[in-house]
């Protein structure tokens, strides 16, 4: 199982970006998806997670802002972000409660990560 995230870049303070994920592999179901941030000499943080049946929660400093969303069919994951800050600029990774084999706990996968900069 691989996730492959994508869509980081260059954007200045107030514009937008939507970040990819793609899950690829042995996969049976996929439970919550999610994405988390690190900032350099930060410790990675959540920022939203999204269930199957579409659920949502998200980091409070990005309510309002970001939007999650997946497509069950096709096992990917979004991260819509509007009005973005410096202060979001680090590498996104996306995560995944991955089954590959029916009635099975499943383990958590990580994407590589895709970088994300705010700046004017």
């Known amino acids: 199982v691989q996730l492959q995230a994508s869509g980081g870049g260059l954007v200045q303070p107030g514009g937008s970006l939507r970040l990819s994920c793609a899950a690829s592999?042995?996969?049976?179901?996929?439970?919550?998806m999610g994405w988390y941030r690190q900032a350099p000499g930060n410790q990675r943080e959540f920022v939203a997670v999204?269930?199957?049946?579409?659920?949502?929660n998200y980091l409070d400093s990005v309510k309002g802002r970001f939007t999650i969303s997946r497509d069950n069919a096709q096992n990917m994951v979004y991260l819509q972000m509007n009005d973005l800050k410096p202060e979001d600029t680090a590498v996104y990774y996306c995560?995944?409660?991955?089954?590959?084999?029916?009635?099975?706990?499943?383990?958590?996968?990580w994407g590589q990560g895709t970088l994300v900069t705010v700046s004017s």
């Open positions: 995560n995944g409660l991955i089954r590959r084999r029916a009635f099975t706990p499943g383990d958590t996968y």
């Open positions: 999204i269930t199957s049946s579409g659920l949502t």
């Open positions: 592999g042995k996969i049976a179901s996929i439970a919550n």
